[in-house]
């Protein structure tokens, strides 16, 4: 038995109810990651352009160390 399997077979066991909020909440994750998915190849040109900008900042020194005790 795949985990899958064993997972269905564990929520059969649920009252209707509460088998139908696992479902919508299940189906919200899988559209949640596939939104956060598509968020982020579609700012990976950004993400990059930030990137070289901090580093470029770094190498300049225009950045500094944060203390962790001051945070």
């Known amino acids: 038995m795949t985990q899958l399997e064993l997972a269905f077979t564990e929520i059969e066991k ?5 088998q139908n909020k696992f479902a919508a ?4 994750e899988l559209h949640s990651e596939e939104r956060w998915s ?13 990137a070289d900008e901090a580093l470029a900042e770094h190498k300049a020194k225009k ?3 944060l203390d962790p005790e001051t945070l």
């Open 25 to 28: 909440w299940i189906l919200e």
């Open 38 to 50: 598509k968020l982020f190849a579609e700012s990976s040109d950004l993400l990059s352009r930030l």
């Open 63 to 65: 950045t500094k160390i």
């Open 14 to 18: 649920l009252p209707p109810t509460e």
